[in-house]
DNA sequence: ATTAGAATTGACAACGCTGTCAGCTTGCTG
DNA sequence: CAGCAAGCTGACAGCGTTGTCAATTCTAAT
């Protein structure tokens, strides 16, 4: 059969399991001091029932409002915003907290006043802070004067107690320049990505170790500074392209100025990968759509999120701390936008 | 100053403007019968106060949540869930309704009971509906049968009293395709969208009705069906291209299906647009960092969704319907993916 | 002035839950 | 078998708002 039709109140299952309403709310609660049998009996009835407790009526009871805020940068490409989101709401809803999503425009001078009154309007109890965002200092500042608990996604130096999810970006991009390497490439051009992203430095830093290991030299001169967006990638191509020893590979610090640089490549005529190898960092959605398919590297986000989420509840829940978490592993995705140096 | 660290309560403005927390409510609410002279007393001590309702105070007293919420389905386009999002978001925050995302993933078995299970738990009091979920006719009746208003964005037949917010789909589609023959195409392939959109048969009609008018003779041969995803663009464009008398200029449905298109003709050594002109539908993050950049139509979808927003508030807030909107203009944004015939 | 009727205001009981604390059961110990 | 601590359970008072309805104040027509 449906549902019922009007929804079941704790005093219902109480009356149906013959217990006080209090005894049912530490059951649903999960709260010690209740004999089995009791626990056993007030679960049938929440069973049969179909009881869901009034969110409102506990927020206000209570002082748990179970909302959990995910702040973002609006500008962020968004199927990484989306696999952010899906990880995250697979958590939080089977665990009874509501996600609520937040864009911020960067940069915002009023970034902190902004997530204050979202914080304090939401009853936001906990944040997922995918970087950016976890990497402004005066966010995470923010939250830690709030004593509002937050889980960074992002290669942030973690502070004690604090939850931190990172994936190996360093071990990535090192595996793509030496990939590069492998393939006869000798002057490989280098984009990095935006300074407030922890990300960016790990990623050139990758870069740097693999021209070391293989005792490449590293020019400065092939290294040109990007912003993570299409044209900063397509403008920092037009530099390095019109050097006077042009790389014969370039290396975007993510997707969306892989594609500028490829933009820029074709406008100039050459052939994507025969005249230039370009690879990228994220595997966004269109960079196997593109053409050339784009090489790059594909990170975890799904379960980066869930796990975030997942460490946020358990906090929030009051659970023992885990232990902190290794770091996820990204994967090379080599398509076509590489090929070896004839 | 920072805000109050506590937060004030309507008993708190009440005493400070020397009125009951009945008037008060009353004028927070903007409900009628409060003097003109005691309304502005007590929106000053609001001001003063930086009074905000406590929200679960207010759904458990009242029996309004001031949830709305925003179904999609997962597998869609990003940018375009984003300006849906923020539009909406733009007018639910300063109305003061919390917005709830909710990806669905289709096709959906048991999309009701999943739609039904999210309208019961988060208490949602009104729906936006994006394509292809206002085009479901499981949706929307049960929906009508959950009395649950909702604004459906998506070219459906309106019923009387529902919110509908559309674009002129066929219009542009027709555009579009009298562009391609301005440019010399007779022989031009249109590939359909996914048949559960109401768009698609829009967009196929503003086709045909642009060949109607310059005399051009319809060829079902040169019509595919698609699903709105890029391997089905690329499907489509193999089959038309393998045609004794292939297509000079091929329009798909969306801007996926189009790059679809590209990538097929790239794979044989087609130029574009030199040997073959394409055009897609919905100007997407991507359309304009592909090579070439896509000639394809921008609905203005943030104010769509600012517009379902606005409806379904004054709807939930009791307001007087408005006058159905006019269809919103999409406006063709000509790129290098097309050319005139040689 | 007077008074019906309309406009305005306030007292008070919900709303459904959780926190507090007192009371009742157990199971053990001596 | 009394005595006591630990385990379990329930009564009851909020939480901050809105709905109801009665009380009060106006307004305007006698």
Redesign the pocket.
Known sequence: MNPERT????????RQA?????????V??N?????????EKVLRSVQELR????A???E?????SRVVGLIYENAQEFSYLNDLFNGALHICEPAGYTLLLRPLTLPDPEITEHIRQFALNARVEGFVLPAPLGDLPEVTALLREMKIPFAAITPRESAPDEINILCNDEAASFSLTELLIDQGHRTIGFIKGHPDHGASAKRFAGYRQALKKHSLPYSARLVRQGYFDFDSGQAAADKLLNLSEPPSAILASNDDMAAGVIFEARGRGLSVPGDLSIAGFDDTRFSSRIWPPLTTVRQPIIKMAETAAGLLIDKLNGSATKAPEAPFECEVVIRESTAFLD
Request: hydrophobic fraction near 30%; glycine fraction near 8%.
């Open positions: 929804k079941a109140t704790i005093f219902d299952v109480a013959g217990v006080s309403i209090k005894t049912v709310s530490r649903v609660n709260e010690p001091n209740v004999r089995q049998r009791t626990r009881y869901q407790p009034n409102a009526a506990r206000l009871g209570g002082k748990r």
